[in-house]
C-alpha cells in the first residue's frame, strides 16, 4: 500500500524532481515523493536540508525551476497561496505562525476565513477549543501574549480551521519543552486518527518517525532515504545521522 | 534661433549647480539608500547663508564653505533622532524640516526679507578674482562640479562606499558584518548635505537674487527623477541626466502650446509620468551602472 | 478662557479632517509597510471631484460628496494597481519614488484639467451660531459630525467585520494571511479604496473649510504624514490621535506664538516627540527601529 503508486486515486500529494530555491540560490536539487490520502508522512532532515523549503515550494512560495507538485491531481506551480488554501491545503509555518495583534478567536476566524457563514464556522471553532481547552480560556486574549507554547496550538488549530484535507506542519516542536513536545504530538496524532492527512516536517527525528507512517530523509536538496517510520528508526545509517546512535 | 550664445552658458551654469545637487541627492538616496525629501531645504541653507554672510563683506571663500558647514550642522541634528530610524521616519521628518526651512526662508523678515527675498547678493571672488561674467562663472561651478564628481566617485570604490551600498542592498547584514550603520548613514546625509549647500551658494552668488520660491520641494522631487533617470547610486549617469533634464525643461518652454494648457502643469505632468514609467520598466535608470551586489561586497570584504 | 476654549475647538475641526486623511496613509503602511506620498493628492482629487459635480454639474452637496468618496475610492483602487503592485517585491524606494510621481502627475492633471486658481464650494451655510463660549459655523458643525461618524465606523468596520479583521491580519502578517486563505490583493485593494474614499471626506471637508487649489494635496500630505508618524505608523487609532494633536496644537501655537508658523509647529513637535519616543506615540518600538 505505501508504494510509489502515484497518479493513483489515493495520491492527495505528488512531487517529481523538484527543483526550488529563492532567487539565484537553489536550494532543492530534484526531489520526489507522495503523500496517500489518510497518511501520516513526515520529512526529516538537518538544518538547512531544504525541510522548509520543500513546504514553501508547495504552497507556491519559493521560485520553482523544474518539475511539478501536483495537489489533488492538480498542477499548484504558479497558484496564489489563498487559491491553494482554498483547494485544502494547510501549512502551519514554523515562525510567524500567528496574528499577533489579533485575538485568538479573531485568528481561528482567519483560519477559516472561507467558510461561508452557515454555522459551520461555529462548529469547527468549537471543535478546536474543545481539542486546545487552553485556547478556549483566552479567546478574547491577544495571541501576542501567549506563551510559546500556546501559540503553536493556536498555530496548529488555525490551520484546521479550514478543514484541509492535507495539513502540512513546518517543525511544530521546535523551541518548546519536553513536555510540550510530547503534548503537540500527541495532538498531531489524534488529528491524524480523527481523518487528516498530515505531513510534518521535522529536526527531532526519533519523535517523528515513531508517529510516522512514511518517512522521508532530506539531505542538502535530495532525499537520501524514505520507508516506513518503523524502518527508518532501525536503518543504522539513520541511527548515526538523526538519532544519536 | 532661440539657442543664442548666452542662452547655452546660462543652461550650462544651470546644470553644473544642478549636476552637484543631483549627485549629493544621489549619495544620500541612490547610494545610501535614505529617502531624504529635503535637499531643497540644505541647498536654501546653503543660498541664504553664503548671500546673507557676504553682503554683510565677508568674502566669498568664507562664506560658502560656512553655508556648506551650516547645511551640514541642519542634516546632523535632524540625522540624531532619525537615522537609526527605519526609512519612512527619514522621509517624514525630512519632508519636515523642508517646510520648516521654506518658513524660515519666508517669516524670518528681519534677516532674510521674507518673500521679498534677497536682492543685489555679490557675485563670487577668489582672493580678488570676481567671477563676474557668466563665462567665468560657467568655469567656477564646472570646477565645483568636477571636484564634487570625483570625491563622489572616489567615495563609491572607498570602503566606505561599499559599506553604504552594502547598507542600501542589505542593512541587517551590513550590521551583521559589524559596521556601525548608524554612522556610516550619518555621514552619507551630512556630506550630502553638505554639497547641497554648495550648489546653493553657487545658485544664490550667479542669480543674486534668492528668495523662499528658490528652494520649494518641487525640486526636490525634480532631483528624484533625475537620479532615477541616471540610475540610482550611478555618478555619471546622474550628470548626464542632469543634462537631459535641464535641457528638457529648458525645450519644454518653446514647445507650441495651445493656450488652455498650463505649461508648468504640463511639465509637471510629464515628468511625473516619466518617473512612473522609469520606476516600473526600467528601474536600473537610462545608463546602467555595474551592479555591484551585496554577494560581491561581502565576498570583497571577506576576501 | 473663552480664547482656549475657541482653539480647542477650531483645533477639533482641523484634527478631524488631519485625521481622516491620516486613517489611509496609515492603513496603506500597515497593509504595505511604505508611505503613499500620492494620498494627499488623492484627497485633492476627491475634494475636486466634489466641487465639479456640485459647482459645475449642479448635483446637491450630500450625494455629490458621497460620489466624489465613491469615485476617489476607485482612483485610489487604480492607483495601486496599476502603479504600486508591480513594485510590491521590489526594494521600498522603488514605491515611496514611484507614489512620489503619482502624486505629481494628479497634480498637474487637476491643474491642466481645471486650472491652478483657487476655487470654493460657495456653500449657502456659513451662519455662525454660539455654543457656550464657543462660535461655530454650519460647515464647521458638519466638518466635526463626518470626521467622527466615518471615524466610527471604520472602527466598527476593522472590529467586528470579516473584511476589517482581515485588514488588521494583512498588517500583521500579509504571507501568513495569504496561506490562510485570505486573498491578499483583494484586501489590499479594499484597504485603498477605504483610504482612498475617506482621503476624499478630508479633501470636501477642508476644501468647505477653506478653499480648493490643485497644491492642496501637498499640504494634506505633510499634516496627514506628521499625524501617522507622531501616533505611530501603522497605528490607525494612533494617526487619528495624531490629527488631533496636531490640529489642537497647530491653533494653539498659531494664536499665542504667531500664524505664520502653523504649518511648521506640527514637524517641531514631530521631531521632538521622535527623539524621545521613536515609534510615536501608540506605536510598537520594535516597528520603528530597523534591529
Not at chain 1, 478546536?128 to 491577544?142: A, E, N, T
Not at chain 2, 562606499?161 to 552619507?188: C, H, P, Y
Not at chain 2, 547641497?196 to 520660491?213: K, M, R, T, V
Not at chain 3, 476593522?158 to 501568513?176: E, H, P, Q, V, Y
Request: glycine share 12%; net charge positive.
Amino acid at each position: 500500500m505505501q508504494g510509489n503508486n502515484s497518479g493513483s486515486r489515493d495520491t492527495i500529494l505528488e512531487i517529481q524532481d523538484l527543483v526550488a530555491g529563492y532567487g539565484a540560490s537553489e536550494v532543492l536539487h530534484g526531489i520526489s515523493m507522495d503523500i496517500q490520502v489518510g497518511e501520516i508522512v513526515t520529512m526529516v532532515g538537518a538544518n538547512g536540508a531544504g525541510k522548509t523549503t520543500t513546504l514553501r515550494s508547495i504552497c507556491g512560495l519559493t521560485n520553482i525551476r523544474g518539475g511539478t507538485v501536483l495537489f489533488k491531481g492538480l498542477k499548484t506551480t504558479g497558484k496564489a497561496p489563498h487559491v491553494m488554501s482554498a483547494r485544502g491545503l494547510a501549512f502551519v509555518p514554523q515562525e510567524r505562525s500567528i496574528f499577533p495583534s489579533l485575538s485568538v478567536h479573531e485568528n481561528l476566524e482567519m483560519g477559516g476565513y472561507r467558510l461561508a457563514d452557515d454555522g459551520r464556522f461555529e462548529e469547527r471553532v468549537e471543535r478546536v477549543y474543545g481539542r486546545f481547552p487552553v485556547l478556549d480560556q483566552r479567546r478574547k486574549q491577544r495571541a501576542g501574549t501567549l506563551s510559546g507554547g500556546e501559540r503553536r496550538m493556536l498555530a496548529i488549530g488555525r490551520g484546521l480551521m479550514s478543514n484541509p484535507d492535507l495539513l502540512m506542519l513546518d517543525e511544530p516542536s521546535l523551541g518548546l519543552a519536553p513536555k510540550l513536545v510530547e503534548e503537540v504530538f500527541r495532538h498531531i496524532q489524534e488529528i491524524h486518527e480523527d481523518g487528516t492527512t498530515v505531513f510534518v516536517v521535522e529536526q527531532n527525528a526519533r519523535r517523528a518517525l515513531s508517529i510516522a507512517d512514511r518517512a522521508y530523509v532530506i539531505e542538502l536538496g535530495r532525499i537520501r532515504h524514505q520507508g516506513s517510520g518503523q524502518e527508518l528508526l532501525q536503518d543504522p545509517e539513520v541511527q548515526r545521522a538523526y538519532l544519536g546512535g | 534661433m532661440f539657442a543664442s550664445y548666452g542662452l547655452i552658458v546660462h543652461l550650462l551654469v544651470i546644470i553644473a549647480i544642478y549636476g552637484i545637487l543631483s549627485l549629493s541627492l544621489n549619495l544620500v538616496l541612490g547610494v545610501t539608500g535614505l529617502f531624504s525629501i529635503a535637499h531643497a531645504a540644505f541647498y536654501g541653507v546653503g543660498a541664504y547663508t553664503s548671500a546673507l554672510l557676504t553682503m554683510r563683506g565677508i568674502p566669498w571663500v568664507v562664506a560658502m564653505p560656512a553655508g556648506m558647514v551650516l547645511a551640514g550642522i541642519v542634516a546632523y541634528i535632524i540625522g540624531i533622532p532619525t537615522v537609526r530610524l527605519v526609512g519612512d521616519y527619514l522621509a517624514v521628518v525630512t519632508l519636515g524640516l523642508g517646510e520648516i526651512a521654506r518658513a524660515v526662508f519666508r517669516n524670518w523678515i528681519s534677516v532674510t526679507r521674507g518673500p521679498m527675498g534677497l536682492p543685489g547678493i555679490p557675485s563670487a571672488s577668489i582672493f580678488g578674482f570676481t567671477f563676474g561674467t557668466a563665462e567665468q562663472y560657467l568655469v567656477l561651478a564646472a570646477i565645483c562640479l568636477l571636484v564634487v564628481y570625483v570625491i563622489c566617485q572616489r567615495l563609491l570604490s572607498s570602503p566606505f562606499g561599499r559599506v553604504l551600498k552594502a547598507i542600501r542592498e542589505d542593512q541587517r547584514a551590513t550590521l551583521a558584518l559589524g559596521k556601525n550603520v548608524d554612522r556610516f548613514k550619518m555621514w552619507s546625509f551630512v556630506i550630502g548635505a553638505a554639497m547641497a549647500g554648495l550648489a546653493g551658494s553657487l545658485f544664490a552668488h550667479y542669480i543674486g537674487f534668492i528668495d523662499p520660491s528658490s528652494f520649494v520641494m518641487w525640486l526636490t522631487f525634480f532631483l528624484f527623477l533625475i537620479i532615477v533617470l541616471g540610475g540610482l547610486g550611478n555618478n555619471l549617469g546622474t550628470v548626464l541626466a542632469t543634462v537631459v533634464f535641464v535641457a528638457a525643461r529648458e525645450g519644454l518652454r518653446f514647445v507650441g502650446l495651445p493656450d488652455w494648457i498650463n505649461p508648468a502643469a504640463l511639465q509637471q505632468f510629464v515628468f511625473g509620468m516619466l518617473l512612473v514609467v522609469m520606476t516600473l520598466f526600467k528601474p536600473e535608470g537610462l545608463i546602467p551602472a555595474r551592479k555591484v551586489t551585496y554577494r560581491r561586497y561581502r565576498q570583497r570584504v571577506e576576501g | 478662557m473663552g480664547i482656549a476654549a475657541q482653539l480647542l475647538v477650531n483645533g477639533l475641526i482641523a484634527g478631524g479632517t488631519y485625521a481622516l486623511a491620516a486613517i489611509g496613509y496609515s492603513m496603506v503602511y500597515g497593509a504595505l509597510k511604505f508611505i503613499n506620498f500620492a494620498h494627499g493628492s488623492i484627497a485633492m482629487v476627491g475634494a475636486y471631484i466634489a466641487f465639479v459635480l456640485f459647482s459645475l454639474g449642479g448635483i446637491p452637496i450630500i450625494p455629490a460628496f458621497l460620489l466624489s468618496m465613491a469615485l476617489t475610492a476607485l482612483l485610489g483602487v487604480l492607483v495601486e494597481r496599476l502603479a504600486y503592485r508591480p513594485l510590491r517585491a521590489s526594494p521600498k524606494l522603488a514605491s515611496l519614488t514611484t507614489s512620489v510621481a503619482v502624486s505629481f502627475a494628479l497634480d498637474a492633471s487637476v491643474m491642466m484639467l481645471l486650472g491652478a486658481e483657487i476655487r470654493s464650494f460657495r456653500l449657502p451655510m456659513q451662519r455662525t451660531f454660539q455654543i457656550g463660549p464657543v462660535y461655530l459655523t454650519l460647515v464647521q458643525t458638519v466638518i466635526i459630525a463626518c470626521s467622527f461618524a466615518f471615524m466610527f465606523g471604520l472602527y466598527f468596520l476593522l472590529t467586528f467585520t470579516k473584511l476589517g479583521k482581515s485588514i488588521r491580519a494583512i498588517a500583521d502578517d500579509l504571507l501568513l494571511a495569504e496561506i490562510s486563505g485570505i486573498n491578499g490583493n483583494l484586501v489590499i485593494a479594499a484597504v485603498f479604496a477605504i483610504g482612498s474614499a475617506l482621503a476624499a471626506a478630508a479633501g470636501v471637508l477642508i476644501g468647505m473649510e477653506t478653499n480648493l487649489q490643485p497644491t492642496m494635496g501637498f499640504m494634506i500630505t505633510v499634516k496627514a504624514f506628521a499625524a501617522v508618524v507622531l501616533g505611530g505608523l501603522g497605528n490607525v487609532y494612533g494617526a487619528i490621535l495624531g490629527g488631533f494633536i496636531i490640529g489642537i496644537v497647530e491653533n494653539l501655537g498659531a494664536w499665542y506664538i504667531s500664524p505664520v508658523w502653523k504649518d511648521s509647529i506640527a514637524y517641531v513637535i514631530l521631531i521632538l516627540v521622535l527623539f524621545v519616543r521613536p515609534a510615536g506615540l501608540l506605536g510598537k518600538p520594535e516597528d520603528a527601529t530597523v534591529v
